[in-house]
């Protein structure tokens, strides 16, 4: 890769009330240089002091271009929430690109994520069977093999790109979920039924309360279009949101494991074959989603915002 790269993808940016992470990122986004930027906001929430003045230098740092770029903003007057600001503004995104870069206010890219992500994307761009390119490895145990990446059912989503082609299948509201919720097809997808039992508690919880979230969904349907994913061999954006004044990642440092990136190699290592690798999606599992204790918590939680509780 060269010392000085520029991207050749469209970057999103979605920020909203925190300077300090958002700076960070966009001084990555500016060493990428992309061509056309796009900056999506959402609104301060009513009856928070000090937070329309946050959102608006936030919205001054991520908007203070200094070399040749078009810029596109999105800056909403009231709040929508995260779940509904974030899932529209990639929609907004996906009306004006075809494909590009997805980047919130704290996931900070590594240098080597864009050239990556550029690569990916044209190679794999008319294949409808990849969903996106993520810049996420959050395994503890060392590569399965010598390639670059590899396939899986597992979306990543902190530091992502995508095609409109796959973003115009999301649906916010997972209409389909009631049809589909009793049958086999996320054992089949998963293979593991505490893994099957821990998502079916989170799509009913989604589909049932409307949390603030918007991730979850674009998961469902990642999975019900039988789509895969493609994870980096390491781990190229670290996560600064962990902490007390997240929307959603507020447990310590020592929960988050995206806290640490690497460089890629090149030239990119390209699988021979297109096979999902469901032994590191099973580490994944084993590291991230299967412990039921970490589910409780999401549900007290989301009953808690819900005002279940």
Not at 195 to 205: Q, R, T
Not at 210 to 230: K, L
Request: aromatic share 12%.
């Amino acid at each position: 890769m060269p010392e000085s790269y520029q991207t050749s993808s469209a970057v999103l940016f979605l920020i909203f009330n925190r300077p300090d992470t958002t700076k960070q990122v966009f001084e990555a986004i500016r060493g990428a240089r992309p061509r056309r930027l796009y900056v999506a906001a959402d609104g301060p929430r009513p009856n928070r002091p000090g937070e329309p003045e946050k959102c608006e230098a936030t919205r001054s740092i991520a908007t203070a271009i200094d070399w040749p770029c078009e810029l596109i903003t999105l800056f909403r007057a009231e709040n929508l929430g995260c779940g509904r600001a974030v899932s529209g503004a990639v929609s907004w995104f996906f009306e004006h690109e075809e494909e590009g870069i997805v980047l919130e206010d704290d996931c900070l890219p590594e240098p080597t994520f864009f050239p990556y992500v550029d690569e990916l994307l044209e190679r794999y761009r008319n294949d409808s069977r990849v969903a996106l390119v993520s810049g996420n490895n959050h395994q503890r145990q060392p590569r399965r093999n010598d390639t670059s990446y590899y396939f899986s059912q597992i979306p990543h989503i902190w530091g992502w790109a995508t095609w409109r082609r796959a973003w115009e299948r999301y649906d916010f509201a997972m209409a389909r979920w009631p049809e589909v919720r009793s049958n086999n097809w996320l054992l089949d997808v998963l293979g593991s039924k505490k893994a099957v039992e821990a998502w079916v508690k989170n799509f009913d919880h989604v589909h049932t309360i409307d949390p603030d979230t918007w991730d979850f969904q674009w998961v469902f349907n990642i999975w019900c279009e039988r789509m895969a994913v493609i994870l980096p061999g390491v781990n190229l954006v670290r996560n600064l949101g962990f902490g007390s004044d997240a929307t959603h990642t507020t447990g310590g440092e020592e929960h988050n494991l995206s806290s640490r990136s690497f460089p890629m190699a090149f030239p990119l290592r390209h699988p021979n074959h297109f096979i999902v690798d469901s032994v590191a999606d099973q580490r994944t599992f084993a590291a991230e989603f299967i412990p039921l204790s970490f589910h409780r918590k999401v549900v007290r939680k989301l009953k808690k915002w819900a005002g279940l509780t």
